[in-house]
């Protein structure tokens, strides 16, 4: 069956450090990626696309990698801010849908 | 411009009632996408309108659930004869088309079954 797993515990990170959030999937061939931000009691919000023969996408502080033969995509937030903390989904689209792990949450300790 | 938009925000009501549930998507976009997410949980697929075209239902969970779009903009997720696991926050996205590659959400309504 097909599954899309993140990190399974959530993540506090201090200030200025770097979050890296793990996005793993099975069963499926996406042809890319995306990673969306949540913020409690609002609904996602797009950050970054990354298609399948991208190595590497950036964004600010935002970086993302995508490793098909791994099936595995690592999302890193630099010098972390603790504007930074919400929850981050990764998607995948299977055929026109998006397909979303469950998320990862992130808390930035000042 | 506007962004998604949903009504109402939050719903509470008695287990065996109906609810309607409304989603006013980006003007333009033709694509509109309806998910339920449960507390700790990943976004759940439910429907996919896509202009004329037959909408896709594989993701309602039972027949208690249906959903239309009229006139290609405003949809109406209806449950009837809810039940307790049916509490969640149900989400509408919209997006430019099927090849839109970013869904563009809207806060979600928040429901609550007693």
């Known amino acids: 069956s097909q599954k899309i797993e993140q990190n399974s515990e959530a993540l506090n990170i201090q200030e200025g450090k770097t979050a890296t959030l793990t996005c793993n999937y099975t069963n499926y061939s996406p042809a890319y990626l995306q990673w969306y931000r949540q913020d409690p009691g609002r609904g996602p919000v797009f950050l970054l696309l990354?298609?399948?023969?991208?190595k590497e996408k950036r964004k600010e502080r935002l970086k993302v990698t995508f490793d098909t033969t791994l099936k595995q995509s690592l999302f890193h937030i630099t010098a972390s801010q603790p504007a930074d903390s919400a929850t981050y989904l990764c998607a995948l689209r299977n055929d026109y849908k998006l397909s979303f792990g469950a998320g990862t949450t992130v808390t930035v300790r000042a | 411009g506007a962004g998604v938009s949903q009504s109402p925000s939050n719903k509470v009501t008695e287990k065996g009632k109906d609810v309607e549930l409304r989603c006013d998507p980006i003007?333009?976009?033709?694509?509109l996408y309806w998910y339920r997410q449960s507390l700790g949980q990943g976004l759940e697929f439910l429907i996919y309108?896509?202009?004329?075209?037959?909408?896709?239902k594989s993701g309602l969970p039972s027949d208690r659930f249906s959903a239309e779009r009229t006139g290609g903009s405003v949809s109406t997720l209806t449950i009837q004869r809810t039940q307790q696991e049916d509490s969640a926050v149900y989400l509408c996205a919209s997006s430019f088309n099927t090849g839109g590659e970013t869904q563009y959400f809207g806060p979600g309504t928040r429901l609550l079954v007693l």
């Open positions: 003007s333009g976009h033709t694509a």
């Open positions: 309108f896509q202009g004329n075209s037959a909408p896709d």
């Open positions: 990354i298609r399948e023969n991208e």
